[in-house]
Every structure is written in structure tokens, then in C-alpha cells.
């Protein structure tokens, strides 16, 4: 089972101090995912090319949207060559003023990079909250129809809804989706943006959300999958070093 964190590239220096403390530090972190935020001047695919001249597992995440397949195809046969072996491709919010001609889809870069680089382990997302489930679960197996290797589900809050979605996608990899929720604040944006439904019992203190991210990480493991860690709210090193205390 791995465990990934992600750290959000505020800057280059503090994201790499960050991924070599918690790798160093805590056995139980396994590698680096980074986001891709287009409000922030680093784009995971710069801290990528950092990170893998260290020598340390990353995953970037990279959005269809920016890109056409001429450059995605630039974009990594550079990543590749550099020992990219794993990536996740989100489709990615639209930007009027940054749109382009042919822009790709997911599914368009899924089948553009297992074509060109089958050796690349290409992840999709998943997200079971924005549509029903049936759904999302139908449009998973588009992406594995095109060659996709597996998911990165957005953050789960309740065992229940977790495990039907691992409970059908037995036959691929998946990395569980954890984040603390710990302010109305927090908890309104993942209602709002992301159509959450909070269970009645949920709540917003971090002892609750440990418990939670225990019981989520033994439930990928009880399924023989792995997990991915968002702490956005919270200090990254703290919130590693509350969840796998030393």
C-alpha cells in the first residue's frame, strides 16, 4: 500500500523543502503528488522536473484542457526522458483568456500518452460527487477503455460511498483521496464547489479527521489499494506528523 501527499507549490523552494522532509522523515510517506493550480506561478510539471532531478517519486497532475497534442507531446517527451513514470491527467477548469485551438480532453490525453509512452503509468480522476454514481463509474470505464492505469479519486468523507467505489474498480489501482476538514469555511467550499454531502456525524475538529483518514486507509488496504493525502487547510509536516506520529 502507498501513500501519497500532496503538496500545493506555493513556491519552489518551500514545496521541495517540504517533499524532502516528509520523505526523509516518515516512513509511511511514499512519494509526492502535486497539483497543478493555475492561480500560482509554478506548474506541477516544473516542480516535476525539480523533484525527479532528486530522485523522488512525484506525480504531477496536468490539466487536458491547457494543451494540444503537439504539446503535450513536447511537454513529455521532455518529463520522460527525465524518468517521469507516473501522472495524473485531470480535464481542468476552462480559461476564456487562455484558450486555444484543439484544446485535449482527458480521455484525448489518456490515449495520446499510452500511444506515445506506454511505459508511462497514466492515472484518471475520479470525483463521486459530481455526478451520480452509476455515472462517474460509467465514465472510469471510458478512461480504462482508452489505456488509463488507474484513479485518483477526489477526497472521500464517509466509509460508505468509499467502499462501493472500491468495491467495483477491483481490477485497477486506485489512490484513495483523504483531506482534513477542520472550519464551516472548509466544509462550505466542498458543499458548494464540489457537492458534498456531509454525513450528520461528520466533525470539524482534527482528532475526528485522523480517525477518519485511519479508518479510509484501512479500507484501501482491506482492498489492496493505496491513498493520497490533501492537506489544504493544514500545514503539510504537521498534518503528517499528527497522522503517523513518531
Request: contains cysteine; proline residues 5%; aromatic residues 12%.
Amino acid at each position: 500500500m502507498m501513500n501519497l501527499i500532496e503538496l500545493v507549490p506555493r513556491s519552489l523552494e518551500s514545496v521541495t523543502a517540504d517533499a524532502a522532509h516528509l520523505l526523509t522523515q516518515y516512513s509511511h510517506v511514499n512519494g509526492i503528488n502535486i497539483p497543478d493550480v493555475r492561480r500560482l506561478p509554478i506548474r506541477s510539471y516544473d516542480v516535476a522536473k525539480v523533484f525527479l532531478s532528486h530522485g523522488y517519486f512525484v506525480v504531477p497532475h496536468i490539466r487536458s484542457v491547457d494543451f494540444t497534442a503537439e504539446t503535450a507531446i513536447i511537454l513529455f517527451d521532455e518529463l520522460v526522458g527525465l524518468g517521469l513514470t507516473h501522472v495524473l491527467v485531470v480535464s481542468g477548469d476552462v480559461y476564456p483568456e487562455l484558450a486555444h485551438d484543439a484544446p485535449l480532453t482527458a480521455i484525448d490525453m489518456i490515449t495520446l500518452l499510452k500511444r506515445r509512452f506506454p511505459q508511462l503509468i497514466v492515472y484518471g480522476a475520479l470525483d463521486p460527487y459530481r455526478t451520480s454514481a452509476e455515472a462517474e463509474l460509467s465514465y472510469c470505464h471510458q478512461k480504462l477503455g482508452v489505456g488509463c492505469d488507474g484513479f485518483f479519486t477526489q477526497p472521500f468523507f464517509d466509509l460508505e460511498l468509499s467502499d462501493w467505489y472500491l468495491s467495483r474498480l477491483t481490477q485497477t489501482q486506485l489512490f484513495l483521496g483523504i483531506s482534513p476538514v477542520l472550519t464551516e469555511k472548509s466544509k462550505t467550499y466542498w458543499t458548494v464547489r464540489n457537492h458534498v454531502t456531509f454525513s450528520d456525524f461528520f466533525q470539524l475538529d482534527l482528532r475526528y479527521n485522523l480517525r477518519l483518514a485511519h479508518d479510509l486507509m484501512a479500507l484501501a488496504g482491506k482492498y489492496n489499494q493505496h491513498t493520497y493525502h490533501m492537506p489544504i487547510t493544514m500545514d503539510a509536516r504537521e498534518y503528517v506528523g499528527a497522522l503517523w506520529p513518531t
